[in-house]
């Protein structure tokens, strides 16, 4: 069968969604193709060709983004079959159909996926089995300079990107994987991810970024990955994710880390108001992030915290004691701006549609945005919240530094410039990624 795997957008990663699924369907036999639309367009002469299309949605952006290319691929090829995988399919499965989509997949889906592909009838939308990881195939995808890069010291490294984990064993109410996983939580085998980091390193990688949801829900797993890691290959540096719980819990593996190349680790805090923390069910508090932050800095790991700053329990103030938090802790470089403009995302099947309270927010859900949407109680926060975004865009298409950007949004948000005295590491110092984007 002559199959085109698609992913539309990916975090500036070379997509994990298309290699992994490629290794099992180039195994079953399948002619497989791999088409980032981040790095290139749709091939017009291998579309016509094909006779299996499936689009990778791992986010909401990437799904946005596949409305349009099923659209064309339709155009180009009306009679290839269409599938849509990854965390952002199932849940939006009724408008996929709508758009044409035969199948949708999410969960552990390289065998169901290779099993649509063979014709089988009984397909689960969600997996959540054991897979027999294989190593993932990246022939054919666009080289790895062609991706976001790791800024440090003024240099760039080359970025490969991996996964160890799959999944979540929490249950944060805002959270799109807790839809698809429902707390439950997959390692890829060791052997197989430190493999595949083999194969990203003689590809160029300098650097691998490993995209787990949270990289210590198997802290056992996770370290024994990054000595082996760091016993293979001493040059090679990496980042993670993890949750700030999990940092306070196992702060004593926060120096292996260190020592085994990480140079940054990406925290999802959403907020510093405890009150916003419980509604989203985050397990931390301020203090907990506050206590994290001094952790990180004295075993010299830096910190990316991310933000859902507009949410419909935010206030101006509330707002304006993000910002300060911010500065006051020196994290201004260290917060890439479009954390400081994102609004709370509601998919289909979120957690948070289940606080009875949420009823008083909601407008409807708009299926083609796949998004529930809702509506701040002060109009004012709606527009501070668009206007943040608006001067995010703009003044990162000119180039601005975050320094920069940083005094734009407390100006928008406080109506007077900040005060001059807040203490800064200087840029190259600290460790960022290239791709501003994370949704
Ligand atoms: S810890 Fe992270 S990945 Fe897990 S449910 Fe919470 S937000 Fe989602």
Known sequence: MNVVLISTYDLGHQPFG???????????????????????????????QAEVVAFYLPMHTAARLA??????????????RLLAFGLYAPPNAEFLRSLGIDRVIGGEYERALADAVDGLVEVPAVSLERLPFRVPDRDGLPALARYSKLHINGTEKAVGYTEASRGCKHMCRHCPV????????????????????????????????????????????????????????????????????????????????????CLLVTSAVESVEDVILEKLDKGHTRAD????????????????????PFTPWTTREGYRELLRVIAELGLMDDVAPIQLALRLLIPPGSLLLELPEMEQ???????????????????????????????????????????????????????????????????????????????
């Open 18 to 48: 298309l290699a992994s699924p490629a290794a099992w369907l180039r195994e079953r036999g399948h002619q497989v193709h791999c088409v980032d639309l981040a790095a290139g367009g749709l091939p017009s002469l291998l579309m016509r």
């Open 67 to 80: 409305v349009d290319a099923i659209d064309k691929v339709k155009r180009m090829n009306p009679q290839a």
């Open 178 to 261: 807790v839809p698809v996983y429902q707390g439950t939580f997959r390692v890829v085998p060791s052997g197989v991810v430190l493999e595949d980091v083999r194969r990203l390193a003689a590809a160029g990688a300098q650097h691998i970024t490993f995209g787990d949801p949270d990289f210590f829900n198997g802290p056992g797993h996770a370290s024994k990955i990054v000595l082996a890691l760091h016993e293979e290959f001493r040059q090679l540096t990496y980042d993670v994710t993890i949750k700030i719980e999990h940092l306070l819990r196992h702060r004593d593996m926060l120096p292996l880390l260190r020592e085994t190349g």
């Open 289 to 308: 992030f506050l206590e994290v932050v001094r952790l990180c800095r004295e075993t010299g790991l830096a910190l990316a915290p991310t933000f859902v």
């Open 361 to 439: 927010y909601l407008t409807g859900f708009d299926a083609a945005a796949l998004l529930h949407r809702w509506k701040h109680p002060d109009p004012e926060m709606d527009r501070l919240a668009v206007e943040t975004l608006r001067l995010v865009a703009s003044e990162q298409k000119q180039g601005r530094s975050r320094r920069g950007i940083f005094a734009s949004i407390w100006e928008a948000a406080h109506g007077a410039p900040p005060p001059e005295n807040f203490d800064l590491l200087p840029r190259a110092a600290i460790p960022y990624m290239d791709e501003p984007w994370y949704c």
